[in-house]
């Protein structure tokens, strides 16, 4: 048995990446009822933008770009975090006013309009960035591996489970203890309401769209360094957050956190045994789940279902 | 906006004026092909992706099931056909059985457990299965050859009587694909007018009442996803022998997404013939942008965006609405004289 703990280890930290991932997504569902496909395309698109940010970019070879790149590692990096979601985020917020002409229609529209969104976001990483598969530098304090019981860890990997923890978290508090988490979850609830009490509800969902991508970025970001960069990561990452939001059950928080642990567990689990099998476990899990319970682990009734 | 059920169905004869004229573009293709700058194999690909995209819209438009992990049965189709004639016989006729019956099996199979679901759950379990096909696909490497694929898959002879054609010469293979195509959407035609087709949009509209009148709602939609499915094995038969190979490509969640933007730019939600329309859209934006830049998935994909803001019932429901306006343009100026 204890052959099986450093795969329950990567597991579980393979669950919060997962719930990462999903974060802003879940979000998007929860409060606008838009399932986003083209949330691995910005997650990919904020990754692309923070490589670019640390390595200098378009400015590489003018005075600018080489002060720039004499600016240790480490504060560079933490620029690029900043600065890739923010971007991925304005590109949400576009993408929220190309979607407003399909609200009230039949939820399909958002799902294709977004699929089309996803498409032309990856079209134009691969003719600004290219096709090859980029590596995303770490800071040296962050990076490396280390022993535990005789295996070998990444340390990155912890510090991206860590912060995966933080954000969740963070997430949560900003929803459920400010007052704009709680317009965001009454618009969730009861638009018409809340547009009834004088809040501009176009405005809150452009800042949640916006506020979801750049969730994305986010993820995109401390995820690049382990699964590597390349222009169709974006379908890899939206497939995994789209089944954990099913298998949580659309609309709810923890159902979500739930699901892309148990995700990860089993991703984690099989690995150990059918390595090659691995990425199919999570459709199994999906089929076996969904199968039996049409709302997920945690869903309530929505909108999407008609 | 408008509706399928606004483009009045007919019921008797399939031989309408459209037909007629898709049948006779289908029949003078390889005349004219290469004389408008195009070229033989194109037409091929035409047709096996209408025949696809009419099997898909019979659940897409007609039963308002979104299925975006269709490709998967195009690709059993493909790789039933590949099989057998490895494993089993050179044959056309048994391929193309097999292709449509390894994707009918297939279909009913996760019809079953789909058919409970409704809106956007029924697409997530379709993604879902949709994946497990294509994941099986590469993965499955003593089978299906992984991501290489079947390779090598013959192209057998027609036989009909004493005559034996040789389908690898292009324009005899160009004419079989196109016959099994035209037969293809004169039935599929057949089904959407018949009462079927009716409970099925009736099924669309309105899945409750539609039990509430009587209707087994999981049994129709249970039918309306195995018949897709038998069409899309079928068409990937065709496209088995038309790239003499069958690889997971055409599984991925990606290719399965592509056949809904056809559909849905050509008009599949309004009209019979949008998924017609759509496809040859397709692919002459393929071809045609695809030579000018590299990036032709960027333009057709921002086209396809602009399309779901402004105009979601595609080319067809353009075209319906012209042709509507047109009469009504002369009506309100006759009006006056008779008041």
Redesign the interface.
Known sequence: MTSLVPHVVNGLTLGLLFALIALGFTLIVGVMEV?NLAHGSLFTLGAYLALSTIGAGWFSGTPFGIWWLDLPMASRYFIGLALGPVLAGAAGMLLEL?LR??YG?A???G???T???A??VE??I??IWGTGEQNMPVPQMISGAFLMGGLIFSTYKFYAAGFAIVAILMVWLFLERTPYGAIIKAGAHDSEMVRALGYDLARLRLIVFGFGSALAGIAGMVMAPIWGLRP?LG?DVV?PA??II?IGG?GSFWGAVAAALLVGMATGITGAYAP??S??SM??L??AI??FR??GLLGRR?A??? | MITLSDIPARGGTPFTLPMALFVAILATAPFWLQWVGLYQYLGVEIAIWILFAMGFNLLFGYTGLHSFGHGAYLGIGAYGFGLFQHGVAVSLWGGLLAAILAATVAGAIVGAFLSHRRGIYYALLTIGFGQVFWFTAMKLHWLTGGEDGLLNIPRPDLVIGPWRVNLNDNAAFYWFVAGITAVAVVLMWRVVNAPVGRILQAIRQNETRARFVGYDVWRWKWLAFTVSAAFAGLAGGLFAMAQQSAYPDVMSLHQSGVIVMMVLVGGGLVSFWGPVLGVILYFIARDVLGGLTEAWLLWYGLIFVVMVMVRPEGLAGLIHTMARRAPPAVAPAAKPETV
């Open positions: 399932i190309c002409p399909t229609k939820p399909l529209y799902l294709l309009l699929f089309g969104a498409i032309v079209e134009a691969r003719l169709h379908i497939i789209f089944l099913v659309v090659a099998w990425l199919m459709y199994i999906l089929i969904v199968g049409a709302r929505s999407l279902e008609n």
